[in-house]
């Protein structure tokens, strides 16, 4: 028999584009905004202006910190609550993170917790950017005739949803940029006072947070395989033996095995070093955060760096400037930065669909993560050795916006193709040797098995893992984030250390080194599997 035509998104319209228009780019937009005002804050509200860096650092690093432990935990409660829950209360805890943060009167204990805050927000939306993504390309869920054997990674188009992601996600940074970012401005040329022109344009960013947690909860209803997660799922303890048959047949296995949460994390991190496409995956969400970092922070510190030792300020710096504050420091350094990260940026934005395309034409060797990658060591090592940022004047050279637009490519081939990658191995895993990638699959109901004993073989087989891993989506995506935001850390940390005591060219060593990696990793396992086949 002849399969039947299958749509593209198993999502509907309005789950799609409220995963698109609502959940990715603002899990961005609200990031940008909080690291681009915080400094405000601190001298415009609280009034602090000695020590205003280390402030402002110190709050961005315990950001990262408890995003670290916390991006994994929301991943595993989405499968136990759902992507919906998990979505509508991040976006409910950034709004409330929004408005305290500028009650607080004192930066410890008030804005530091508040800073805390938004970063547990923040690690839910960013998580549920991944976790979301296998569920709106998935298969729905339906037993296969004894004649169609459909592979479940056939007609997912995840890889190309995986572009148009990243597209969203730069606009959102666009958005927070253009609209929130000049709120303050803006309420001030209405007559309020620096302290109260910040604080309205916070309440505003927390309007717009609520709007969007309303939206993720009335738009991301009934999105397929999420049938039966909700809050009760933390504290159900109905175990498959207590079940009634209809019992056994409506409610969801993730309910019925009740793998315990630690269990989930440590199968969805075992996964990645049984499944090629979920640890290149993994690592590739590594790469990709720190090149994030690697562009929004260290570019500028490169070229303030430069201008300073070279004396191109023009005795502009302010003497109670800080020197990392490049935009009071020198300006015609911040100047030259915004247009070397706008160039970055602009070139990302526009090639995040392409490597969505054709990362669907090319999924068993990774073909466009590898050349991002390439991409990137060429472009961070080039970049680390030119002997000027500039692109006029004697030492300028215009081919920095080469070195930059593969920069971007980079960084966004890293994104959009780990995104992809990893949606991929979710939908198409299959446990080697045979065997469940579960422990606890033997808890399963005597009533799937069946059902199971009556299909093919491999059909069998195939649709008890895909749908086994997608139980465990939100454990890899809360996987995926610890990884991205490893990368954060280690990159900031280290790649700042070496900026002060080696060189100002070091982070960008550091990065030519991480996607040098990825690019090893990713032709060793290729030519592992062309060996086997």
């Given at each position: ?129 991944t976790a979301v993504l296998p569920v709106v390309t998935a298969n729905r869920a339906s037993p296969p005739l004894e004649s169609e054997y459909v592979p479940p990674r056939a007609d997912a188009p995840s890889s190309r949803l995986a572009g148009y992601v990243g597209m969203c996600a730069g606009c959102g940074a666009l958005l927070s940029l253009s609209i929130l970012l000049p709120l303050p401005a803006h309420f001030q040329q209405l007559g309020f006072s620096p302290a109260e022109a910040i604080q ?105 760096s430069y201008y300073l030792k070279s004396g191109l300020c023009d005795g502009q710096p302010s003497e109670e400037a800080n020197p990392g504050d490049i935009k009071r420091s020198c300006p015609k350094a911040y100047v030259l930065a915004a247009i070397l990260t706008g160039v970055s940026q602009l070139i990302a934005l526009l090639a995040a669909p392409a490597f969505g395309y054709w990362s669907e034409m090319s999924r068993q060797y990774h073909l466009p993560l590898l050349v991002a990658c390439v ?159």
């Amino acid at each position: 028999m002849m399969a039947s035509r299958r749509p593209m998104f198993t999502a509907s319209w309005a789950q799609t584009f409220t995963y698109l228009l609502g959940v990715c780019p603002f899990s961005i937009a609200f990031l940008v905004f909080i690291n681009s005002s915080i400094s405000f804050v601190v001298t415009d509200l609280i009034g602090l202006h000695d020590g205003e860096g280390d402030a402002v650092g110190t709050l961005g690093f315990a950001d990262e910190l408890l995003a670290l432990a916390a991006c994994p935990l929301w991943g595993v409660l989405s499968d136990r609550i759902g992507v919906r829950q998990v979505c509508t209360a991040g976006y409910t805890i950034i709004a409330l993170a929004l408005v305290l943060f500028v009650q607080a009167k004192n930066i410890y204990p008030q804005l530091l917790l508040g800073r805390l805050l938004f970063s547990l927000g923040g690690a839910a939306v960013s998580t549920m950017v991944t976790a979301v993504l296998p569920v709106v390309t998935a298969n729905r869920a339906s037993p296969p005739l004894e004649s169609e054997y459909v592979p479940p990674r056939a007609d997912a188009p995840s890889s190309r949803l995986a572009g148009y992601v990243g597209m969203c996600a730069g606009c959102g940074a666009l958005l927070s940029l253009s609209i929130l970012l000049p709120l303050p401005a803006h309420f001030q040329q209405l007559g309020f006072s620096p302290a109260e022109a910040i604080q309205y344009s916070y309440y505003t960013a927390a309007v717009v947070a609520l709007l969007v947690s309303v939206s993720c909860f009335v738009g991301l209803r009934n999105l397929p395989g999420e049938d039966g997660k909700e809050w009760a799922s933390l504290w159900r303890t109905s175990r498959p033996e207590a079940l009634t048959e209809s019992q056994k047949l409506s409610i969801p296995a993730f309910i019925k095995t009740r793998m315990p949460y630690l269990h989930q994390f440590g199968s969805a991190i075992a996964l990645g070093f049984h499944n090629r496409d979920i640890f290149i995956g993994y690592l590739g969400g590594f790469v990709a955060r720190a090149s994030s970092v690697g562009i929004s922070l260290f570019i500028p510190l490169f070229v303030n760096s430069y201008y300073l030792k070279s004396g191109l300020c023009d005795g502009q710096p302010s003497e109670e400037a800080n020197p990392g504050d490049i935009k009071r420091s020198c300006p015609k350094a911040y100047v030259l930065a915004a247009i070397l990260t706008g160039v970055s940026q602009l070139i990302a934005l526009l090639a995040a669909p392409a490597f969505g395309y054709w990362s669907e034409m090319s999924r068993q060797y990774h073909l466009p993560l590898l050349v991002a990658c390439v991409a990137g060591v060429v472009g961070y090592l080039i970049l680390s050795i030119l002997p000027s940022p500039e692109f006029h004047g004697e030492r300028g050279n215009p081919g920095i916006f080469v070195v930059m637009a593969l920069v971007g490519i980079s960084q966004i081939g890293a994104i959009v193709c780990s995104l992809s990658v990893l949606s991929n191995g979710i939908l198409g895993l299959t446990s080697p040797a045979g065997e469940d990638p579960e422990p606890d699959s033997e808890h399963a109901s005597d009533t799937l098995r069946e059902s199971d004993e009556q299909q093919p073989l491999l059909a069998t087989s195939a649709g008890r893992n895909q749908q086994q891993t997608t139980n465990l989506k939100g454990s890899i995506a809360g996987v995926y984030s610890f990884f991205g935001g490893a990368g954060i850390l280690l990159l900031t940390k280290l790649g700042g250390l070496l900026f002060d005591v080696l060189s100002s060219s070091a982070p960008f060593y550091i990065m030519a080194g991480f996607n040098g990696v990825l690019v090893i990793v990713g032709v060793v396992t290729g030519l592992v599997i062309s060996m086997r086949s």
